[in-house]
């Protein structure tokens, strides 16, 4: 089992920036991917980055360049540093971890709304 809790979200103008936290308990050396995902109103749910255990990174187009993944291990968490954003990422953020089982976990997320 692993537990995850998201903090950071909030209120932010366009262009402004904001730190996405996630911190992950429990079986935690099982974990093998980390990454973020949101949901907008009436949308799906999509991958905005991901990381695995050796640092390697991927992003969705829509915030390459914009958005940064990191982990730290020893701490086991994993950050989403979101810089110039924009209304359209306006979205409720979950961490998801991936067990080396395959098996997956999902915060409850955290709520980023970019006001124009």
């Known amino acids: 089992q692993v537990q995850l809790v998201e903090s950071g979200g909030g209120l932010v103008q366009a262009g402004g920036s904001l730190r996405l936290s996630c911190a992950a308990s429990g079986s935690r050396f099982s974990i093998n991917v980390m990454g973020w995902y949101r949901q907008a109103p009436g949308k799906q749910r999509e991958l905005v980055a991901g990381?695995?255990?050796?640092?390697?990174?991927n992003y969705a187009d829509s915030v390459k360049g914009r958005f940064t993944i990191s982990r730290d291990n020893a701490k086991n968490m994993v950050y989403l540093q979101m810089n110039n954003l924009e209304p359209e990422d306006t979205a409720v953020y979950f961490c998801?971890?991936?067990?080396?089982?395959?098996?997956?976990?999902w915060g409850k997320g955290t709520l980023v709304t970019v006001s124009s």
């Open positions: 998801n971890a991936v067990l080396f089982s395959g098996v997956a976990y």
């Open positions: 990381i695995n255990r050796g640092s390697n990174t």
